[in-house]
């Protein structure tokens, strides 16, 4: 395991690695753009695999290799049921708020809303169902969680969610030729794309590695769980690669791309990241930190009346998301605390 018995360092090899997950992640997706379109890749597999999933490259690595460590490691179990509800809340409330601030008005596509938006609430829903209603194994400790088999119907509704991708190809090979321009720019032949490729997946891994081996001794340090530390830390990390694509797109009045990334990102969270997870190792839910998921269903509801309302986002309900999120790290903050405190009295 990659920590020490020193806090500070601990941070810094925690930050080391946010640093490496998201910027191997933005290398391997250049990469592998440039890549894919050498040798003339379908517009709508790239598409598919970078445009859809290339944001929650952070969320995937970070949660896949949680899952690994927690098949022997009952620590490492509880991070994938903070981080990934909590990178929906950061992308949400954080991301999406601040964006707004920054715009001040964000016009929204009715169709976006009444397709994509209604889909993300729909899983959501989906989810904090079975969040509450089927338990986990005996041998995983039993109660509350996403066992494999709940893990298998996500990913059955990922497979589905990327048929009905494929029907909107039109969209999405709009989306793949900002994204091979980009790569273009950054990499100029074909060796250089594999490099990226591999040192980019290489720094993904270990990047994650020494994110969540630091916020797993830090819960058993503080005495608090190791949800609450990726709902809060380490999905604001994760939720980098969205924040920056998002803000790009609204400042360059891409507004329809900006949200859909967003939206796609939190679909395929759940989806594709957490059915990953699931079915590597189920994912128990912890009572101290069971307030999650519910802020989750109550961001995206939030986000469903503002997009409605005169079908724009303005600035003052921006403020009311980033208000949101203060409150949500407010909770956490004083959960871990009570939690950290009860422990060494």
């Known amino acids: 395991m990659l920590h020490t018995d ?5 941070i810094l090899i925690f930050a080391v690695g946010l640093a490496f997950l998201v910027k191997g992640s933005d290398w391997f997706v250049d990469g592998a753009a440039f890549v894919a379109h050498r040798f003339n890749v379908p517009k709508i597999v790239i598409g598919l695999t970078l445009v859809s999933i290339g944001t929650s490259l952070p969320e995937l690595a970070t949660d896949v290799y949680s899952s690994i460590q927690g098949l022997s490691d009952a620590t490492y179990k509880e991070i994938p049921m903070g981080d990934t509800p909590g990178s929906n809340i950061s992308n949400i409330l954080l991301v999406l708020g601040l964006s707004v601030v920054l715009i001040k008005k964000v016009p929204i596509d009715k169709l976006l809303f009444g397709r994509d938006t209604m889909i993300m609430s729909a899983i959501f829903l989906i989810f904090a169902i079975m ?41 999405i090979s709009d989306e793949v030729c900002q994204i091979e321009d ?64 998002t803000v790009a797109g609204i400042l360059k009045k891409e507004t329809d791309i900006a949200l859909g990334n967003i939206i796609g990102s939190n679909i395929f969270n759940l989806v594709f990241v957490m059915a990953v997870a699931s079915m590597i190792g189920e994912v128990p839910v912890v009572e101290n930190a069971n307030y999650i998921v519910p802020y989750m269903l109550a961001s995206a509801a939030v986000l469903v009346v503002f997009m409605r309302t005169e079908w724009t986002l303005v600035r003052w309900e921006g403020i009311v998301l980033l208000l949101l999120y203060v409150i949500y790290i407010s909770i956490n903050v004083y959960t871990a605390v009570t939690l950290s405190v009860g422990k060494t009295t």
């Open 131 to 171: 969040y509450y209603n089927f338990d986990i194994s005996q041998a995983n400790g039993g109660g509350a969680g996403i066992n494999r088999f709940e893990g298998g119907v996500l990913f059955l509704i990922f497979i589905a969610y990327m048929t009905f991708l494929i029907k909107r190809k039109d969209e």
């Open 182 to 245: 980009q790569a273009e720019k950054k990499v100029k032949n074909l060796t250089i794309a594999i490099v990226f490729l591999v040192l980019g997946g290489a720094m993904i891994a270990f990047g994650a590695k020494l994110m969540v081996d630091n916020a797993a001794w830090g819960a058993r340090r503080l005495g608090i769980p190791a949800t609450i530390i990726s709902a809060t830390v380490i999905a604001f990390g994760t939720s980098l690669p969205e924040l920056s694509v």
């Open 6 to 10: 020193i806090a500070w360092l601990n």
